[in-house]
């Protein structure tokens, strides 16, 4: 994992800590999703994912499901990212991870590919992520 990667899970893991929600990893087949269930409060990503950069968008993404109000268990499925409940999960998380990235950076080094990249966000989320870094340059 790369340093902002392992910084900004971190981040989010203390995000979450602090609003009462558990992250755990647990060794699972390479191939399974991170999965959370709201009702519990629980987020579990696979340590046996085979990129460990994509841990802060899993776990940011899972995070918004909770936030969100969804209810019941949901699994991380980049194919389904653009349906409601998926995109508005990744609309959360990058809520979550953009000011968290972004934080030391000026509007004009914003780099939304660089951000993609080190934190292996599913081309899916582009155009999310391209909608939360404005926001957090040019809303109030």
């Known amino acids: 994992m790369n340093e902002v990667a392992l910084e900004i899970l971190n981040r989010v893991m203390q995000f979450a800590f602090d609003h009462g929600i558990s992250v755990e990893f647990a060794r699972m087949d390479r191939e399974q999703t991170p999965v959370v269930n709201t009702i519990r409060?629980?987020?579990?990503l696979n340590s046996d994912w085979p990129n460990k950069n994509k841990?802060?968008?899993q776990a940011a993404h899972e995070l918004g499901h909770i936030l969100?109000?969804?209810r019941?268990?949901?699994h991380y499925i980049p194919r389904l990212f653009r349906s409601g409940v998926e995109s508005r999960?990744?609309?959360t998380a990058l809520s979550l991870i953009v000011p968290m990235y972004f934080d030391e950076?000026?509007?004009e080094n914003a780099n939304v590919d660089k951000f993609m990249e080190d934190l292996a966000v599913p081309i899916e989320a582009k155009d999310d992520g391209i909608n939360a870094?404005?926001?957090f340059y040019f809303d109030d």
Not at 41 to 44: A, E, H, Q, R
């Open 41 to 44: 409060k629980l987020i579990i």
């Open 55 to 57: 841990f802060p968008f």
């Open 68 to 70: 969100n109000g969804d």
């Open 72 to 74: 019941g268990q949901f």
């Open 89 to 91: 999960a990744n609309q």
């Open 105 to 107: 950076i000026d509007t």
């Open 133 to 135: 870094i404005r926001a």
